[in-house]
């Protein structure tokens, strides 16, 4: 893998090199992303012949790509409260560059200033979203370690939907799914796991509560394992054990006919927003436009919301590789509501079209 690293970090420099400087990495996920792995607060330092990851401790062992990268020279900072940023700075300038492209849309202002004061005669220019548009279409390995973390979502939401769900709380069917992610090989939860029942299912981002599952609810789950630093989601709802009632079979089926809508339009070169607005037509012309998320979609990596967002206003067109969700949703106030979200890849039509990674059943399923 050191020469996939190599390579990102030559991608930077070049951006850089008209500028007669280097660039300072200091998001965690795009120094993930360059150096294959930092302990946190560290900072990559891309200069014009050598890349130093500074440190604030020392890199504990770790398996895998979450190492990072051994070919790049490690710097580790005295323990005296330096800033890594502007140690950066101050090796950026006794390597005599005469500029230095920062993540402005990162550092703090206060960072800034300090980078600033303590090497005046270093001019300080703005990288911008560089890596996050590098970040955007994935590699195979990349993409492998997504397909063992849907892997590891899919296992850990199968062997929930197996035990009895009545009368257990929200909280606790969110700590159950996260400890089985765990049992199953991930780092940990891509993010805080949702689970919502009654009235509050449906919610986009439901923080889970001591409200217990009953007879006939709406249950909502969202889950999602880390693997390797790399992040996938998946959101189902279910029936609690009873028959369906009508109202939820049209609702159900409603938004899983927006939801293939959407995944049917995946395909290198669709516009972002015909993603959206593909499922969108559909809730909208039912009479739920009004509640609707922003979006009905984003990109998935090393964050679990990263480039491309799949909303009506979006500027740009899908590649071949990028890794997207595609989420609709419903919520009824006061009595519930659906969402159903899968991780898929974007592929060719010769390769077989959208690769679905999380592949639970989206059958109406009552527990």
């Known amino acids: 893998?050191?020469?996939?690293?190599?390579?990102?970090?030559?991608?930077?420099?070049?951006?850089?090199?008209?500028?007669?400087?280097?660039?300072?990495?200091?998001?965690?996920?795009?120094?993930?992303?360059?150096?294959?792995?930092?302990?946190p607060g560290a900072v990559l330092l891309i200069g014009p012949a050598e890349d130093v990851l500074l440190s604030p401790a020392t890199p504990a062992p770790a398996n895998g790509t979450a190492r990072p990268d051994d070919t790049l020279r490690l710097t580790v900072l005295p323990d005296d409260g330096v800033d890594p940023a502007v140690a950066a700075a101050g090796l950026a300038r006794l390597a005599e560059a005469e500029s230095l492209a920062v993540e402005e849309h990162h550092l703090t202002v206060a960072r800034h200033r300090a980078m600033r004061s303590a090497v005046p005669r270093l001019r300080l220019t703005d990288v911008g979203l560089a890596v996050e548009r590098q970040r955007i279409v994935k590699d195979e390995e990349e993409i492998a370690c997504l397909r063992i973390a849907a892997e590891i979502t899919d296992q850990a939401l199968g062997e929930l939907l197996e035990s009895i769900l009545v009368g257990r709380t929200e909280r606790h069917?969110?700590?159950?799914?996260?400890?089985?992610?765990?049992?199953?090989?991930?780092?940990?939860?891509?993010?805080?796991?949702?689970?919502?029942?009654?009235?509050?299912?449906?919610?986009?981002?439901?923080?889970?509560?001591?409200?217990?599952?009953?007879?006939?609810?709406?249950?909502?789950?969202?889950?999602?394992?880390?693997?390797?630093?790399?992040?996938?989601?998946?959101?189902?709802?279910?029936?609690?054990?009873?028959?369906?009632?009508?109202?939820?079979?049209?609702?159900?089926?409603?938004?899983?006919?927006?939801?293939?809508?959407?995944?049917?339009?995946?395909?290198?070169?669709?516009?972002?927003?015909?993603?959206?607005?593909?499922?969108?037509r559909i809730l909208d012309g039912a009479g739920h436009g009004a509640g609707l998320a922003p979006l009905t979609g984003h990109g998935v990596?090393?964050?679990?919301?990263?480039?491309?967002?799949?909303?009506?206003?979006?500027?740009?067109?899908?590649?071949?590789?990028?890794?997207?969700?595609?989420?609709?949703?419903?919520?009824?106030?006061?009595?519930?509501?659906?969402?159903?979200?899968?991780?898929?890849?974007v592929r060719q039509e010769a390769d077989g079209g959208p690769e679905l990674l999380t592949i639970t059943t989206k059958e109406l399923l009552a527990l």
């Not at 996939?4 to 030559?10: G, K, L, M, P």
């Open 173 to 280: 069917l969110a700590l159950e799914l996260e400890r089985r992610l765990v049992d199953h090989g991930a780092d940990g939860p891509a993010f805080p796991t949702s689970v919502a029942t009654g009235p509050d299912s449906g919610r986009r981002g439901h923080r889970p509560t001591d409200r217990r599952v009953e007879e006939g609810d709406f249950l909502t789950v969202c889950v999602g394992a880390d693997y390797r630093g790399y992040r996938c989601e998946i959101g189902r709802t279910f029936v609690i054990g009873t028959t369906p009632a009508d109202w939820q079979i049209e609702l159900y089926d409603l938004v899983f006919a927006a939801q293939r809508a959407a995944r049917e339009t995946l395909r290198p070169g669709i516009a972002y927003r015909e993603v959206d607005l593909a499922a969108r």
């Open 301 to 345: 990596g090393l964050e679990i919301d990263e480039d491309p967002q799949l909303t009506p206003a979006a500027m740009g067109k899908l590649d071949a590789c990028v890794p997207v969700t595609v989420e609709p949703g419903v919520h009824l106030p006061g009595r519930g509501g659906v969402r159903i979200d899968d991780t898929l890849v």
């Open 1 to 39: 893998m050191a020469e996939v690293f190599a390579a990102r970090r030559d991608r930077v420099r070049e951006r850089c090199a008209g500028d007669g400087g280097g660039a300072l990495i200091s998001r965690p996920a795009n120094v993930r992303y360059l150096a294959g792995g930092a302990p």
